[in-house]
Nanobody, 124 residues
Framework: QVQLVESGGGSVQAGGSLGLSCARS???????IVWFRQAPGKEREGVAV????????TYADSVKGRFTISQDNGRNTVYLQMNSLKPEETGMYYC??????????????????WGQGTQVTVSS
């Protein structure tokens, strides 16, 4: 079992930056943590994934060069730094954990453990 708690959401103007945190607790360590987002009326989509053991990362094409996922293993926390934010990136941001992490990391249905989400609002 693993518990996840997101924090750091808020409101920002287009072009601005926000940093999100995902604090992990529980007896077992997952193999990866993924940040997802869900805009109103849209499906949840994977934004970035990090391998907990090796720190390798992968990003959705839409955020490459603007978002950075990282981790602090000492604090069991994964971060998402978001720069040059766009209004269409408004939505709820969630972190999710899994022990099975492969090429389809961006598919939300593959994840059992989720945080409660944090709201990100980007105004134009």
């Amino acid at each position: 079992q693993v518990q996840l708690v997101e924090s750091g959401g808020g409101s920002v103007q287009a072009g601005g930056s926000l940093g999100l945190s995902c604090a992990r607790s529980g007896y077992y360590r997952p193999n990866c943590i993924v940040w997802f987002r869900q805009a109103p009326g849209k499906e949840r989509e994977g934004v970035a994934v990090i391998d907990i053991g090796g720190s390798s990362t992968t990003y959705a094409d839409s955020v490459k060069g603007r978002f950075t996922i990282s981790q602090d293993n000492g604090r069991n926390t994964v971060y998402l730094q978001m720069n040059s934010l766009k209004p269409e990136e408004t939505g709820m941001y969630y972190c999710a954990a899994s022990w099975v992490c492969g090429g389809r990391w961006y598919i939300a249905s593959g994840f059992k453990y989720w945080g409660q989400g944090t709201q990100v609002t980007v105004s134009s």
